[in-house]
């Protein structure tokens, strides 16, 4: 599966920055959890759960634990989901400063993604409303490029 990653982020200290996320978010720094992070932090995703199992060093922890610390990272925020195939969770990491939507391929299943999202407008009179804290969420499917000249 091609890469979609937000090449102009800069490649960071990705377990630096997964220690200060998790700290931030009142969870504790346990190795799985940093691991994960770290993870979702360099490569874009979205990802399942079973995905993100297989990525891992083999052995550096069980299935069970990675869905555990997803589900943790989802309640505080850290990882927004996306329902893509056969409404299977995805999981990637909640960038606030790049909103974006996902396409996939209906029948490659290749995950592309944009940045173009005029929702803002929604979103700005559902603020004028008087609701905070407001978010949306928004898959498209289609067939990719490639596929149609298949
Ligand atoms: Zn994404
Ligand atoms: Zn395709
Ligand atoms: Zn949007």
Partial sequence: MPSHAHSHKKVIDLEAKSIELLKANGLSVTA?????????????????????????PKYSCDQ???YRCLNQFVETQLVN?????????????????HH???????????????????????ETNLL???????????????VCETCQKA
């Fill in 32 to 56: 799985p959890r940093k691991m994960i992070l770290s993870l979702l932090l360099k490569e874009h995703g979205p990802f399942s759960a079973e995905e993100i199992f297989k990525k891992l």
């Fill in 64 to 66: 069970a634990t990675v």
């Fill in 81 to 97: 989901t996306a329902y893509l195939e056969k409404e299977l969770a995805h999981f990637e990491f909640n960038d606030p400063q």
């Fill in 100 to 122: 974006h939507h996902h396409i996939i391929c209906k029948l490659c299943k290749k995950i592309d993604s944009f940045h173009d999202c005029i929702l803002d407008k929604i």
């Fill in 128 to 142: 004028k409303k008087g609701y905070k804290d407001i978010q949306h969420r928004l898959e498209f499917f289609g």
